[in-house]
């Protein structure tokens, strides 16, 4: 059983950048690979990034590529999403989860997700 728990969104104008920080409970965090989602008003849930359990590997949908940089340090059990140069579609409430596949876009993957934070990028 893992929990998770989002923070850092906020309200940012076009151009900034926002750091989110998604910290899991229990001692098995590197067991998991981790995405972020996100889930724009009246959208399904999309996919943004995900890490393997080490950090070797990135993936990132192309919309964010060169933008968003995921990371994440197993000693705190936390994975963080640098979002830079923000746009007003990057506007959404975004979500962590954590996968046993070794790195997945598929949100149906995903055996455990977080509550949420908000991000809005105005123009």
């Known amino acids: 059983q893992v929990q998770l728990v989002e923070s850092g969104g906020g309200l940012v104008q076009a151009g900034g950048s926002l750091r989110l920080s998604c910290a899991a409970s229990?001692?098995?965090?590197?067991?998991?690979?981790m995405g972020w989602f996100r889930q724009a008003r009246g959208k399904e849930r999309e996919f943004v990034a995900a890490i393997t359990r080490s950090g070797d590997i990135t993936n990132y949908t192309n919309s964010v590529k060169g933008r968003f940089t995921i990371s994440r340090d197993n000693a705190k059990n936390t994975v963080y999403l640098q979002m830079n140069s923000l746009k007003p579609d990057d506007t959404a409430a975004y979500f962590c989860?954590?996968?046993?596949?070794?790195?997945?876009?598929?949100?149906?993957?995903?055996?455990?997700w977080g509550q949420g934070t908000q991000v809005t990028v105005s123009s």
């Open positions: 229990g001692r098995t965090f590197s067991s998991y690979a």
């Open positions: 989860g954590a996968t046993t596949r070794v790195i997945t876009t598929w949100r149906n993957d995903y055996n455990y």
